[in-house]
Antibody
Framework: QVQLVESGGGVVQPGGSLRLSCAAS????????MHWVRQAPGKGLEWVAFIRYDGSNKYYADSVKGRFTISRDNSKNTLYLQMNSLRAEDTAVYYC????????????????WGKGTTVTVSS | QSVLTQPPSASGTPGQRVTISCSGSSSNIGSNYVYWYQQLPGTAPKLLIYRNNQRPSGVPDRFSGSKSGTSASLAISGLRSEDEADYYC???????????FGGGTKLTVL
């Protein structure tokens, strides 16, 4: 079955960096766009970034643009999120999620989600 | 402030029917599919409705979605205690080039 497993979370000081990974299995990873979504403690869901199936296009939330970079390695079935210049407000559970459709005419929201990895930005 | 607007809370008694609204604009709900997610306490979100009104396999037919213009709704009939969760709507926004979420609705089964 489709499985997404995030890793790389932890505690980091403000201004620091962290790289999250998401290992995908159970589907043709190279055919699907992928999302990162986060959820701050006690808050709602916030979309972070999307990357097309081949990495040709990337989209970011304004709150992370210029600081976070989404990337993928289709040979390793792995999605990444490089997070730089981290701030306290980036503290959240970060979820990796698969786009619902292979249709490249538009960006589809998420269908399958991982269990998430926790990032805490604190001194 | 979320781009999509949901009521922060909803409630009902077992067996009742409840609806959760999601209001947007022409650049998101008005021109793209609406998706709904259920998040049980302490767990990852789960897809409940896709493409406005389609249910993934395994989702009970007690859950249904609809869309009209720039608004969408999630209906839950035959309410059960295990439906107590947070519910979120989402859609792609053509103007912002981002996925937008509603702020979430906490459903309480009384």
């Amino acid at each position: 079955q489709v499985q997404l497993v995030e890793s790389g979370g932890g505690v980091v000081q403000p201004g620091g960096s962290l790289r999250l990974s998401c290992a995908a299995s159970g589907f043709t990873f190279s055919s699907y766009g992928m999302h990162w979504v986060r959820q701050a403690p006690g808050k709602g869901l916030e979309w972070v970034a999307f990357i097309r199936y081949d990495g040709s296009n990337k989209y970011y939330a304004d709150s992370v643009k210029g600081r976070f970079t989404i990337s993928r390695d289709n040979s390793k079935n792995t999605l990444y999120l490089q997070m730089n210049s981290l701030r306290a407000e980036d503290t959240a559970v970060y979820y990796c999620a698969k786009a619902h459709s292979v249709d490249t005419a538009m960006v589809y929201p998420m269908d399958v989600w991982g269990k998430g990895t926790t990032v805490t930005v604190s001194s | 402030q979320s781009v999509l607007t949901q009521p922060p809370s909803a409630s009902g008694t077992p067996g009742q029917r409840v609806t959760i609204s999601c209001s947007g604009s022409s650049s998101n709900i008005g021109s793209n599919y609406v998706y709904w997610y259920q998040q049980l306490p302490g767990t990852a979100p789960k897809l409940l409705i896709y493409r406005n009104n389609q249910r993934p396999s395994g989702v009970p037919d007690r859950f249904s979605g609809s869309k009209s213009g720039t608004s969408a709704s999630l209906a839950i009939s035959g309410l059960r205690s295990e439906d107590e969760a947070d519910y979120y709507c989402a859609a792609w926004d053509d103007s912002l080039s981002v996925v937008v979420f509603g702020g979430g609705t906490k459903l309480t089964v009384l």
